[in-house]
């Protein structure tokens, strides 16, 4: 079938063929929809529908989106209400558990400072206490380092300047000797004698100095016993002894006082008192007209009362001095000072009475 031409205007109506020119035929009765009317028709109702519920589908996720707005609302503010609870409960209980470790370590640090503070004390007076002791040996040690030093040097002194001399007995022989003759008489009532040795090796008996007679040849003798320092007055069994002074190859000084009186006796070591001892040959009389010897003894052991080998001395002698009187301890601790050789004594002054060596003794300088 032949169709009439149709246009579609843009309001999506379907018009109709054009007509001609020629004459419009006029119809009161409604036309019959084509097919194309009835598409058209179903396309706008279908367009209308499907606007209606997306507009439809609008309004309910609108609807839907603030309910759901309104709940998570809800839901964020009980949320951040029980988390704020939560958070605070949370740090209470730190800060809880903060202050209490807090005050913990404090009363710790309290304790913890004043058991530091009492072993600061402690620590304190033990290091006084050190201290103390250290400078108390320091003292010491400085006291016997000048008495040390005073020592050398009087040494030094008594054989290089003062003394200048000093006799050497080169070994123990009872030919080597040295006599002394004294400046005055030997009757003596009360006596002091002085001398500075150094003993190269001390036997049982070694004689420093002998004074004696035919009558008893142990009038006055100082000797040495090994360690030991012995003073005799009147005869062997007259005697004081002071133990462990005498050092082999050291120099000592030694004094001797005695008084018959009442038989006093004193040992000096050093310028300081020793031994002291009473009723040694009290009310006796030291007779004159003996015989002096240093380094050796007349005993009368061998023929013509000769010496004896094992009682001589061997080393250095020096500053040998004798006085008729006992003198101050003050008097005897200068005998062991600087000046020790320019005092001397009145019986035997050293460097003025005659001493002479024999045998191998020999004055050194």
């Known amino acids: 079938d032949d169709y009439d031409l149709m246009y579609v205007n843009l309001d999506n109506e379907i018009e109709g063929p054009v007509l001609g020119t020629e004459e419009t035929v006029s119809c009161d009765c409604q036309r019959e929809h084509t097919e194309w009317d009835k598409l058209f028709i179903m396309l706008e109702n279908s367009q209308m529908k499907e606007n209606m519920m997306l507009q439809a589908m609008d309004e309910i996720l609108k609807v839907d989106l603030q309910t759901l707005k309104a709940e998570l609302s809800q839901i964020t503010t009980n949320l951040?209400?029980?988390?704020?609870?939560?958070?605070?409960?949370?740090?209470?209980?730190?800060?809880?558990?903060?202050?209490?470790?807090?005050?913990?370590?404090?009363?710790?640090?309290?304790?913890?400072?004043?058991?530091?503070?009492?072993?600061?004390?402690?620590?304190?007076?033990?290091?006084?206490?050190?201290?103390?002791?250290?400078?108390?040996?320091?003292?010491?040690?400085?006291?016997?380092?000048?008495?040390?030093?005073?020592?050398?040097?009087?040494?030094?002194?008594?054989?290089?300047?003062?003394?200048?001399?000093?006799?050497?007995?080169?070994?123990?022989?009872?030919?080597?000797?040295?006599?002394?003759?004294?400046?005055?008489?030997?009757?003596?009532?009360?006596?002091?004698?002085?001398?500075?040795?150094?003993?190269?090796?001390?036997?049982?008996?070694?004689?420093?100095?002998?004074?004696?007679?035919?009558l008893n040849p142990y009038e006055i003798q100082l000797y040495l016993s090994w360690e030991s320092a012995v003073l005799v007055v009147g005869g062997d069994q007259h005697k004081l002894a002071v133990k462990n002074v005498v050092v082999p190859g050291k120099w000592i000084h030694l004094c001797g006082a005695w008084s018959s009186e009442n038989g006093s006796a004193s040992l000096w070591v050093k310028g300081e008192l020793a031994a002291t001892a009473s009723d040694i040959a009290d009310a006796h009389t030291v007779p004159d007209g003996g015989i002096l010897q240093i380094g050796q003894e007349k005993n009368g052991c061998c023929v013509g009362g000769g010496f004896d080998e094992a009682l001589a001395f061997s080393g250095k002698l020096t500053g040998f001095n004798m006085w008729d009187r006992v003198l101050s301890a003050k008097e005897i601790a200068a005998q062991s000072g600087e000046d020790a050789c320019s005092i001397r004594g009145n019986i035997i002054g050293w460097g003025v009475t005659e001493v002479l060596p024999y045998g191998g003794a020999q004055y050194v300088s």
Not at 88 to 104: D, F, G, N, R, Y
Not at 175 to 200: D, E, N, Q, R
Request: with cysteine; net charge positive; glycine share 4%.
């Open 80 to 214: 951040a209400g029980t988390f704020a609870a939560t958070i605070e409960k949370v740090t209470s209980h730190i800060m809880s558990q903060v202050e209490q470790a807090l005050v913990k370590n404090s009363d710790q640090a309290e304790e913890a400072k004043k058991l530091h503070e009492s072993e600061q004390g402690k620590v304190l007076e033990h290091v006084l206490l050190l201290s103390h002791n250290v400078s108390s040996r320091l003292d010491q040690l400085e006291s016997a380092w000048l008495r040390r030093s005073v020592f050398i040097y009087l040494t030094i002194f008594l054989i290089f300047s003062g003394c200048e001399t000093a006799i050497l007995f080169p070994m123990r022989s009872k030919k080597i000797f040295g006599s002394v003759h004294p400046t005055a008489g030997m009757t003596l009532h009360s006596f002091t004698a002085c001398i500075w040795i150094k003993v190269t090796e001390a036997l049982r008996k070694t004689i420093v100095f002998s004074y004696g007679t035919k």
